[in-house]
Nanobody
Framework: QLQLVESGGDLVQPGGSLRLSCVTS????????VAWFRQAPGKEREGVTC????????NYTDSVKGRFTISRDGAKRTVFLQMNSLKPEDTGVYFC????????????????????WGQGTQVTVSS
């Protein structure tokens, strides 16, 4: 059974840091691009960042560039999201998602058409 399980969400003060993890199982991790999305209260879900199947290609939404870093560890079948300099507007439920990526697309990613989703982890940035 294909699964993505997020963890690491917490309450943190503005300017603080968090590291989210997305542990996967049930599929060929090395063949999948993975992305992080978030949904703030009363707002639509938005794509935050993604990482290609080979870990070389990444993309970030403008609001998190320079503050967030996505990475992946094949041995642990895990994708990480390091979040620094957190702002109140980063508050929301963070979801990881996966989609199969063809070998020809191995080094790039975007935040479209993700098929498999985790349940989410809550991040709250507040003083």
């Amino acid at each position: 059974q294909l699964q993505l399980v997020e963890s690491g969400g917490d309450l943190v003060q503005p300017g603080g840091s968090l590291r989210l993890s997305c542990v996967t199982s049930g599929f060929n991790f090395d063949g999948y691009a993975v992305a992080w999305f978030r949904q703030a209260p009363g707002k639509e879900r938005e794509g935050v960042t993604c990482i290609s199947r080979d870990g070389i290609g990444t993309n970030y939404t403008d609001s998190v560039k320079g503050r967030f870093t996505i990475s992946r560890d094949g041995a642990k079948r895990t994708v990480f999201l390091q979040m620094n300099s957190l702002k109140p507007e980063d508050t929301g439920v963070y979801f990881c998602a996966g989609r199969y990526s063809y070998y020809s697309d191995r080094d790039h990613c975007d935040m479209e058409e993700y098929r498999y989703w985790g349940q989410g982890t809550q991040v709250t940035v507040s003083s």
